[in-house]
Structures are given as C-alpha cells and as structure tokens.
C-alpha cells in the first residue's frame, strides 16, 4: 500500500530482514516526469511498487535511482521501467554480481570469501522461488558526479558520496520537499566493517548531512524520519565508534 509523505513523495513500506528484506522504494511527482529511488530486490518487489502506483493514480517512473549496489535495492532493475541510474562505483559491483553463480556451491563459495553475506543469502531465498530466476544488471547511466533532474514543480539532485555503509553511495536530495534520500547511508558496513561504523565515514557523513538543508529523511529500512532524530542518533552512533562505548 502506497503512502504519502508531501503533495510530491510517496512511498511503499518495506520488509524487515526476518523476512524478505524489501527496502522502502520512494517515488517523487513531477508536473511532467518522475522519479523512483531504488529499483527493489526483484521483480516481484518493483511489480508490486507499479500495482501500488497506478492504484493511486501515478504513471510509472521515468527515471529509477539506485543509492548503492546492495541487492535489496538493485536486484529489481531488470524490471525497472524508464531510464535507470546508479554510481559508477555500484554499477561496477553490479556488473560483478551479474557474472555470479546462483547454485548452492557458488552461494557457500561466496559466503566463505566473504563477497556475500549470509543475511542476504537467506533473504534471496525467500524473495526468489528459486536462484534460476535472478537476474542481475547494471544501471543504464553512471553517475560519477552530481546530477540535478528537473521533473517540473519539482527537482532531484543526485549526489554523489560514500557513507559508513557502503562506498558507492547515491543520495536524492528533493530541496522544494526538503526531504533527502539516503539508502542505508545511516548504517555500519557489513560488508567491509563487520556491520559497524568507522568513525571517519561517519563523521563525514554526519557533516554532508548538517550541510544540507531538509526536514524528512528517507531511509531504505524504516519510516521516513526527521533530520534532529537522525543527526543525534548517528552523533550517539559516532561516540560508540569513537570511543568503543555503548550510548543509550
Ligand atoms: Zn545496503
Ligand atoms: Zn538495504
């Protein structure tokens, strides 16, 4: 079911990592064009997003944003209408993943060297009937630097920054709406940090936030929330880092 958030941002719910670890996909209303940030982790998941935008009435995106390669928020871009866009770096990863194997072996292989992690492959497992049907592209554009769309009453800035989660960050920055879209930017790194923050990621990101100017943060995993309530928790997030100290 789709929400809305302004006049101009909707958004469909996801699904928590017990189950199919479906990101929230938002949608930004043009007078002329539209946006989508994140493709969804299948098929499945983007036809379920379309089912949930003509019900409400909106035509389908004419471009699709992906925040970073991670295949909650990318397995989906096959099925993606319009144009589809991601970072250089994540299409780098993307077109890595397009060449994996999806048999048990390949699966463990992954897991043992680390390329893959176990929380995604039980996710897969349960979004996918089976591995055969995955299919993994990149992005058609790369974006290497900064981007602003204008879909008329209304612009996307993309941005190009790495974040404590991963080091191919896009963020959709919606200024008329003053609501940014950061992927899994709030989080540790499970992929290169063990799921924990490193201090000097997370102070930069913390200072690429405060600098900009908007109330709504759109996160992938949880309700859109406001920029006070994310900037002290990640400040708290940073002293555990720095200090090797749990804050309350
Ligand atoms: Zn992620
Ligand atoms: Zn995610």
Redesign the pocket.
């Known amino acids: 079911m789709l929400k809305k958030l302004t006049d101009r941002i909707f958004y469909l719910p996801g699904e928590d990592i017990t189950g199919r670890?479906r990101?929230f996909l938002y949608y930004v209303r043009g007078d002329r064009k539209s946006l989508a940030v994140d493709a969804g982790n299948s098929p499945a998941h983007v036809e379920e997003f379309y089912g949930a935008l003509r019900a409400a009435g909106l035509r389908l995106p004419d471009l699709t944003v992906v925040t970073?390669w991670?295949w909650?928020?990318s397995f989906g871009l096959s099925a993606a209408a319009g144009l589809t866009a991601a970072s250089a770096a994540a299409n780098e990863k993307l077109r890595r993943a397009a060449a994996w194997r999806w048999d048990p072996a390949s699966i463990e292989k992954r897991l043992e060297t680390g390329e893959d992690i176990e929380a995604c492959a039980a996710c897969i497992r349960r979004e996918y009937g089976g591995p055969e049907a995955i299919r993994v592209i990149p992005a058609e554009m790369e974006l290497a630097g900064e981007l602003t769309v204008d879909l008329g009453g209304v612009s996307c800035q993309i941005l190009r920054r790495d974040s404590p989660h991963s080091r191919d960050g896009l963020f959709v920055y919606i200024p008329e709406e003053k609501a940014l879209a950061v992927?899994?930017g709030e989080s540790g790194d499970y992929y290169d940090n063990g799921g924990q923050y490193d201090p000097k990621r997370l102070r930069a990101f913390i200072q690429f936030l405060s600098g900009l100017d908007y109330r709504w943060a759109l996160g992938?995993?949880g309700e859109p929330w406001e920029k006070p309530e994310e900037l002290a928790l990640l400040k708290d997030r940073l002293k555990e880092a720095e200090h090797g100290q749990v804050v309350l």
Do not use: A, I, K, Y
């Open positions: 670890d990101p970073h991670h909650d928020h992927g899994d992938g995993h």
